[in-house]
């Protein structure tokens, strides 16, 4: 919610991420062809993905406030 401060953003950041987890996967011990392996990148990937649109909205619909809380002025 810090990074991306916005849900539209969400997808688009989660994808990127782990994009570049497969990249540094791949350099390191080969490219991975284990089904457990992929099943457990895209069900974290939906996980982060939909917590993280989840806290955006919920942040994005808070009560904005416009002044402090005063009695009416008089002047």
Not at 1 to 23: G, S, Y
Not at 47 to 62: A, D, F, I, P
Request: proline share 3%; net charge positive; aromatic share 12%.
């Amino acid at each position: 919610m810090v990074i991306v401060e916005r849900a539209k953003k969400c997808l688009d950041f989660v994808a990127t991420l782990f994009v570049l987890h497969i990249v540094l996967c791949s350099l390191y011990s080969g490219f991975p062809t284990q089904l457990w392996w992929w099943l457990s990148l895209f069900g974290s990937a939906l996980v982060m993905t939909l917590l993280g649109e989840y806290l955006c909205m919920r942040h994005e619909m808070r009560e904005i406030r416009l002044s402090a809380t005063r009695g009416p002025s008089i002047v």
